[in-house]
C-alpha cells in the first residue's frame, strides 16, 4: 500500500419520451432527445463528447443541459442504469466546499476523508460500497477521458475547481465498463469541464474566506469568436487546516480551446495543479497505554513533520468529423504526469514517484436507423501506455533502498448498440475485450541508510485478456411510469502499489494478485408525474477475487468471494417555479458470501445513507437558499472483517449545511456553511490491535466551518 494513501502512515433518452426543450425552473431542465434530433445526428460543436452523455441518443450539448438530481428523465446515459446528472447550477449553490462533498449527496455514494478534510484533499468517493478500497473500483473521468491512476492514491478531486465544471455524469453499476475500461465496479463519475463555444464573451473574479484562515481566488474567462472559442479558469486555495500540520498551498488551472467548423471540429484541454499538504497523521486510542488522542487533542498531530506535495499536469488534443450526417468520427490523444514527494519523518519514510500515462482513443458515433428502428452504435479503440518509477527512502537526499518500476500497456476495442425497438422501448447490448500487459521491477540497495527493509521483489512479466458486456432495456409500460433492468460484467486489474505490497512486510513481493470479477444486475422503475420524479432500483453485484489491504499484517490479497446488494430510490419534487426539493435514500448490503468470513459485513460500509436538499429562490437570482442534510449509519472499523469485539466503529452521523447567496448587475456573493450544528465526527477509523493489545486509528473531521464569497463578472 502506497504510504502516501496509508492511514496507518499517514433509459437511455427515447425517442418518443420528452417534449422538446421542456424546462423548470429550478434548476433548469432541458432534454431535446425527439425523434426528429435523433434523426440530426449532428454535433454542435459546443458540446464535449464523453460517451456516457450520447449512448443513449443524446448528443454532449443536450447533455449539457441535464438537470437533475433527482433521477434523470429517460436514464439520460447507458440503458437500464442508474444515472445521476449534476448541473452547474447545481454545483455553484450546492452548501458543500468540494466537489467530493457534493458528490457524497447523491445515491449509492460513501466518502472517507483523511487530513482534517481541509478542500477536500484526501477525500475518497466510494459507489456501492466497496470501503477502502472504493477509489480503485469507482472510475472517474475528466471529459470521458480515465483518470484512475495506475497508483493507490488515485486522482485527488480536490485539484478541479467547481468553477471549471459544466456537469458531473454518475453512471452506477458494472455496464460502465464496456465503454471505458477496467475499475468501473461501483459505477462511472464522469467530470465534464467547461468551454466556451457558443457563448458570450465574459470574464469572472471571485475571492473567498473561510474558516481556518482559508482563502480562495479564482478568475475564470471565455471568449467565442467565429469558428474559435476559449475557456480557462485559475484557481488558488489556502488554508492552516483543521489540525495541527494540516497546511494546504495548492493552484490549479485548466483551458480549453475549440475550433468548430460545419461537418468538424478541433479541440485542446490543458489542466496543471501543484499542491503542498501536512500531513497530521491519525489520533490513536490505545486502551492499554491510557492513550486517548482522539478525545483528549483531537486537532494536535504526532508527525508534525510530515508533508505530502503533488504536481500533476495533463492535455487532450482530439477532432471530431461528420463523415455522414449520422457517422461521426472522434479521435483524441492525451497524456497526463503526476509527480509526488512525501515525508514520513515520524516513520522514517521517503517516497519519490512518478507516473506519466498516455493515451489513444478513436471511436465512431453512428445514429444511423437499423432496420427501420432509431438506432446509437458507439464502437472505439483505447490505447493506454503507463510507466511508473517510484524511489523510496528513508530521508530525502538519502540514497533509495528499493527503486520500483512498472509498466502498463492496455489495449482493447469495444462496440456499444442502442436500439428503440419499439416507440415505448429501448434495448441495449455491448462488450468490450480489453488485454493488458504488465512489467514490474525492484532494485534494492542493501548499502542505502535503512533501518529494516523487505528484501529484493521478484521480477513480474504478466499478460492476460480479460471481458466486460452490458445488456440493458428500458420499457414505458404507460406515459410517466417506466420499467429498466440491466446486467453487467466488468473486472480491475490490479494497480502497481497494490502489487508492491503484495507480501506481508519483510517478505519477498512478487507483485503478484489475481484481477478482480464481478458480476451484476439492477432492476428498477422510474415515476415521472409532472414536478414529482422519482427512481428506485434494487442491484446485486458478486465479485471474486476482491482485491483488498490488509491493515492487520500489511500487504494486499485477493478476498474470498463477496456480494454487494442494495436499494437506491430518487426522488425530487418541483413544488413551484422557485422550490425544488430533493432527496435520495440508499441500504447497502455488502458482506462476504464465503470462506471463514462468510456473512460477515465489509468494513467502512454504512448500510444506510441519505441526503435531502431544499433549494428556495426567494427573490429569482438575487436572493438563493439551499438547505442540505447529509446522513450515514454506522459502519465498522478498516480491519475489522471479522466483526467482532468492536468497542469502535464510524458512529452514524448526521450533517446539516446551508448556504445563501445572489447575484445583480454582474456582482454576486454566497456565504455558506457546512456541519451547521457543530458535530464532532470522523468518517474513517482503523482497528489495527489485537485482542491482547486494542489499538485504534481515527482522521477526526472539522466542526462548523464556514466560507464567504464574493465577485463580479462582466
Sequence with gaps: MALISSPLLAGSVRAQDVAENETVELPPVVVDSTAEAKAKGKRSGSGTDTRLSGVSGTSSADSAAFDTGGPVKGGGGITGTSTTVISREQIARAPQATLADIIAREAGVQTS??????????????????????????LVLINGRRLNDWDLPGFDLSTIAKESVERIEISRGNSGAVLYGDGAVGGVINIVTRSGAKLPNQARIEGGLGSFSSREANLSANVSEGVFSAFVNANSFSSDGYRDNNDLEQKSIVADFRWTFARASVYAN??????????????????????????????????????????GVRATVGMTYMIERDVELIIDGGIRRKEQQAAFISSGAYLDTDLTTRSLTPRVNVTQPFYGMPSRIIAGIDLYNTDYDSRRSMAKGLAPIHVYTGEQDAFAGYYQQTLSVLPTTDISAGGRVQRNETTARDVYDPTAPQAFANPQGLPLDESETNYAWHL????????????????AQSFRVPNIDERIGASPVFAVTDFDLRTQKSRDWEAGLRLNYGPVEIQSSYYEMRLIDEIHFDPINFYNTNLDPTRRRGVETIASWQVNRDVRVRGNLTYTDAVFRSGPLAGNEVPMVSPWTGSANVSWSVLG??????????????????????????????????????????????????AAVQNLFDREYYDYGADTGSPFFPFYSFYPQPGRTFMVKAGMSW
Design 113 to 138: 476523508s483523511l487530513y482534517g478534510g481541509v478542500n477536500g484533499v484526501g477525500t475518497t468517493v466510494d459507489l456501492r460500497g466497496f470501503g477502502v478500497t472504493g477509489p480503485s473500483n469507482t
Design 621 to 670: 437570482p438575487q436572493l438563493w437558499v439551499d438547505v442540505g442534510v447529509r446522513y450515514f449509519s454506522q459502519r465498522y472499523l478498516d480491519g475489522n472483517e471479522i466483526n467482532a469485539n468492536a468497542v469502535y466503529f464510524v458512529p452514524t452521523t448526521t450533517l446539516f449545511d446551508l448556504k445563501v447567496g445572489g447575484e445583480s448587475d454582474g456582482f454576486f456573493w454566497s
Design 270 to 311: 490543458i489542466a496543471a495543479d501543484d499542491q503542498e499538504l501536512g500531513l497530521p497523521g491519525t489520533r490513536n486510542i490505545a486502551p492499554v497505554l491510557g492513550v486517548d488522542e482522539l478525545h483528549d487533542d483531537r486537532r494536535g498531530t504526532s508527525t508534525p513533520l510530515d508533508y505530502a506535495d503533488k504536481q
Design 472 to 487: 440493458g432495456a428500458e420499457h414505458e409500460v404507460f406515459s410517466g411510469v417506466t420499467l429498466l433492468a440491466r446486467a
